[in-house]
């Protein structure tokens, strides 16, 4: 077998380039370690969820529409019962994305601008925020992974109470 020298001055040019590919390479691998993990909330739980809030209000005698979001407020589902007006739609979609944006149910916002002036700004953050009572996030230990939302009855503790009884069909679920 025969033996290949490597010249010296090739060695001292390629070795800061090997160098910085040694770099790069390790940096590659150790954020790929340290990826975060998160809970995903499923569809059928939210499904769940947004069938129970409807149920709870049409047992009311309220015709609402529910929304649940995702952890990045992303729909992933949205009713709206027979008789509920067009409006609904849209209050109760972002109102689950309030809840999941902010980590507070909207009844907590609403009580938060209303007590102190300089929180009013929240409401102004962008335009699918919608601070009135009847969201709530959806969290699993300390970590929101989504919210709900219903809108149509007569009054915000309503929508939120519906949509605490959707809340309520999964919370033993999240973990």
């Not at 992933?76 to 999941?100: C, E, F, I």
């Amino acid at each position: 077998m025969k033996t290949i020298r490597i010249p010296t001055w090739t060695q001292a040019l390629f070795a800061p380039g090997m160098a910085i590919l040694g770099l790069i390479l390790g940096a590659g691998s150790a954020e790929a370690a340290d990826l975060p993990i998160e809970k995903i909330l499923p569809l059928a739980l939210s499904t769940e969820a947004a069938q129970g809030a409807l149920a709870a209000c049409q047992a009311k005698g309220f015709h609402i529409s529910v929304a649940v979001t995702d952890q990045s407020g992303l729909v992933r589902v949205l009713l709206r019962d027979d008789k509920a007006g067009p409006h609904t739609l849209d209050s109760s979609r972002k109102k689950a994305y309030t809840a999941t944006s902010l980590g507070l149910s909207t009844g907590v916002l609403a009580k938060i601008v209303a007590e102190h002036p300089e929180a009013a700004a929240l409401k102004d953050m962008n335009g699918k925020i919608l601070i009135m009572q009847g969201g709530l996030p959806i969290t699993a230990g300390a970590e929101v992974i989504g919210g709900i939302g219903v809108g149509g009855t007569p009054g915000g503790a309503t929508d939120e109470a519906c949509a605490r009884a959707g809340l309520d069909k999964i919370m033993d679920r999240l973990k």
